[in-house]
Nanobody, 115 residues
Framework: QVQLVESGGGLVQPGGSLRLSCEVSGTDGDVNTMAWFRQAPGEQRELIATIFNGGRTNYRDSVKGRFTISRDNAKNTMFLQMNTLKPEDTAVYYC?????????WGQGTQVIVSS
């Protein structure tokens, strides 16, 4: 059974940084597509960053230059380094993987950016 566990969320002041982690278990081999989504209160869940097995990455315009997605295949873990955080980054952050044609989600980790 594929399971994803996020960690690293919390309360941070504007301009601060956080690093989110997503540990993946239950897959037999490297996952091709891994991604981070977020959902703010009253908003739709949105894709913010994707990383493919070869290392290619894509970012939502609003986080380009501030967020960095990475992965450690040996540990089956994905990361999201978030710098220069803004109040509008406040949301629940979810990791997502595609494995054997099916998508899987973590439980989410709350990020609050506030002074």
């Amino acid at each position: 059974q594929v399971q994803l566990v996020e960690s690293g969320g919390g309360l941070v002041q504007p301009g601060g940084s956080l690093r989110l982690s997503c540990e993946v278990s239950g897959t037999d081999g490297d996952v091709n597509t891994m991604a981070w989504f977020r959902q703010a209160p009253g908003e739709q869940r949105e894709l913010i960053a994707t990383i493919f097995n070869g290392g290619r990455t894509n970012y939502r315009d609003s986080v380009k230059g501030r967020f960095t997605i990475s992965r450690d295949n040996a540990k089956n873990t994905m990361f999201l380094q978030m710098n220069t955080l803004k109040p509008e980054d406040t949301a629940v952050y979810y990791c997502n993987v595609i494995w054997l044609g099916q998508g899987y989600w973590g439980q989410g980790t709350q990020v609050i950016v506030s002074s």
